[in-house]
Nanobody, 115 residues
Framework: QVQLVEFGGGLVQFGGSLRLSCAAS????????MGWYRQAPGKQREFVAA???????DYADSVKGRIAISRDNAKNTVFLQMNSLKPEDTAVYYC?????????WGKGTLVTVSS
């Protein structure tokens, strides 16, 4: 199994940028796709972006063009570069990993975008 720890959340102004990172540890040789989800107050957790081990990416329509996911397989780390942030991007961002067909989650990091 793996452990996921997110870094990089915080308070940012409207239109600003933030970079999240998620480091995986444990049995990382079985890591497949990694990605990010978010959960805003009073809402369900939603998909943000994902990246395969080979680098193929997928994004939610709401973040396309503003957010980029990348991955460093050597460091077992996935990144989320968020630009042109809006108040509606405010949420707890969770790192996700597909490990040997099973879902693993980090504890989340809070991103707050002020208007």
């Amino acid at each position: 199994q793996v452990q996921l720890v997110e870094f990089g959340g915080g308070l940012v102004q409207f239109g600003g940028s933030l970079r999240l990172s998620c480091a995986a540890s444990g049995s990382v040789f079985s890591l497949n796709a990694m990605g990010w989800y978010r959960q805003a107050p009073g809402k369900q957790r939603e998909f943000v972006a994902a990246i395969s081990r080979g680098g193929s990416t997928d994004y939610a329509d709401s973040v396309k063009g503003r957010i980029a996911i990348s991955r460093d397989n050597a460091k077992n780390t996935v990144f989320l570069q968020m630009n042109s942030l809006k108040p509606e991007d405010t949420a707890v961002y969770y790192c996700h990993a597909d490990w040997n067909g099973m879902d693993y989650w980090g504890k989340g990091t809070l991103v707050t975008v002020s208007s």
